[in-house]
């Protein structure tokens, strides 16, 4: 679940949700499900913090960090300020979902 109010950004974690903050210098980003590569340093100043928060990892050449059931994060302007997941270490996380991938192709 994401909640936002254009300045914060609340998650909830049920059961798949994954986040990475990006920081200055900016690096290619290489998309798992086209043959893309994104140079953020074109879309961004040095001064920008950018979290994306995906149901899946969105990129292969970066790490993202993976939310268990019950975790919470709170971002400001793209910074993480708060969550919960020191407090979650003996909750598993959810089963994988195979073949759960956005479609590459327009749906009809």
Sequence with gaps: MLLSDGEFVMTYCTNHLYWITRRA?????????????IN???ETTPNDVVSVI???PL????TW???KPGEYGLFHVGELILNNAEALTDVPFAAPKPGN????????
């Design 25 to 37: 210098p900016f690096g290619k980003a290489a998309l798992l499900d086209e043959d893309v590569e």
């Design 40 to 42: 953020f340093q074109e």
């Design 54 to 56: 995906a149901t899946q």
């Design 59 to 62: 990129t292969g050449n970066e």
């Design 65 to 67: 960090h993976r939310m």
């Design 101 to 108: 991938q956005a479609p590459t192709e327009p749906l009809e």
